[in-house]
């Protein structure tokens, strides 16, 4: 190939990506919020708020004055950075894999599942799901170009907010185009484990189905046998106040992390307690939404609810 040809491919190239990359930004921006899967999803505004937190906090380190910046500005900063970011990825991956007519599946996924999920598609590649969502965006384009020329338009946002942030561009739009990134790895991980949770669903129906020649999950008959038969887990209980298990034991030996011998104080949590409560464990990070009673195996969840005892407490 002759220098000549080589320049008239590499603009042919260069055309056909900012092809895409305009129809692609036209698409997302025209369609409807709600064609998202992860828009539907109140974990989807928990990771948000996760989000905002860890990046105020970044941001809080790497801009002088941060702090002096008055808190409605900063709130507006944080949905360019945050909330705009994801919603933009989430929809543009549902706008290029899921036709208009199609609707996002129902169905709600707990926050630690997907938030895992994402964490393990952008940041363990070789891993199942990271190849998974690596093979649906090169299956797509250059989604990536998409979301980095998302990210310079958001930031003009920013940095008509604020002189102090006109400084720091290139580490604005990085959290910018993170963010994008992470809307679209949100998108992905919501359809894939509601797809799993459908599956696991119908094999459920088939078991039941097989055992008590009945495959309606929701009949309580039929559980009652499947419990009787092969054991069932017990409905997950709502938060105890006063860490006191059903069983008579009491929950503060087991309520740990890495080290049983380090257990957590969960007193010191008591006036954050309510549904939306994200618990990030001091030692390693880990995200828990509730505990389980050493003793007898009982779960409990504060997303069930908050009691001061679960004395006379009734499941059914």
Known sequence: MSETQEQDFEEAVDEELDAFVDDTMKRTMHAPATHSCAIHQNSFRTANSVLRYVIEYELSRSIEGFRDIPFGVVDELLSCFCHQPLIYGAKLFATLTRSPEEPPPEGQVVFSEVWYAMHE??????????????????????????????????????????PAFRSHEDELVEFIYHNTLRGAAAEFCYVRLMSDQFEMAGWFKNMTAAITGNPDITDLDNLAKMSAIIGMPDTILPWPEDLQCFCGKSLKKAIYCCDPDKPIDMDEFKDQLDRDFIFSSPCCGEIFEGFRCDACSRVYSWRQGIVGTLTGYSRM
């Open 121 to 162: 598609a952008l940041e363990f590649p070789e891993s199942e799901i990271g190849k998974a969502f690596a093979s649906a965006i090169n299956q797509i384009g250059p989604v990536r170009s998409v979301l980095a020329s998302a990210a310079w338009f958001i930031l003009g946002e920013p940095l008509e907010l604020h």
